[in-house]
């Protein structure tokens, strides 16, 4: 198992921001994407958005415009910045660290919480 650290939670008002950030291996860090996924009550996980090594984004349509995620390649640390969040933001967020090595990986963090009131 490879750990996969996450902060950045936490409760905040509809229209409001935060930053998620996600932390794995150097080794794993260069070749693999990560990315985030979300959990709500009752629902399935869902992508939210994920960057290869190389930068290339993806995002769900339902955060276009209101979230960015980055790299930093010195730090080995993913970011997801959310602005202009909603209530049905609210769900537990979980990076994943995703690519091949012999094989196909996947590595969850241990999820963080994200609450958004109205």
């Known amino acids: 198992q490879v750990p996969v650290v996450e902060s950045g939670g936490g409760l905040v008002q509809a229209g409001g921001s935060l930053r998620l950030s996600c932390e794995v291996s150097?080794?794993?860090?260069?070749?693999?994407?990560m990315g985030w996924y979300r959990q709500a009550p009752g629902n399935t996980r869902e992508l939210v958005a994920d960057?290869?090594?190389?930068?290339?984004?993806n995002y769900a349509d339902s955060v276009k415009g209101r979230f960015t995620i980055s790299r930093d390649n010195t730090e080995t640390k993913m970011y997801m910045q959310m602005n202009s969040l909603k209530p049905e933001d609210t769900g537990v967020y979980y990076c994943?660290?995703?690519?091949?090595?012999?094989?196909?990986?996947?590595?969850w963090g241990q999820g963080t919480q994200v609450t958004v009131s109205s």
């Open positions: 994943s660290v995703s690519g091949y090595l012999a094989r196909a990986y996947t590595y």
């Open positions: 150097r080794g794993f860090f260069d070749m693999s994407t």
């Open positions: 960057i290869t090594s190389r930068g290339r984004t």
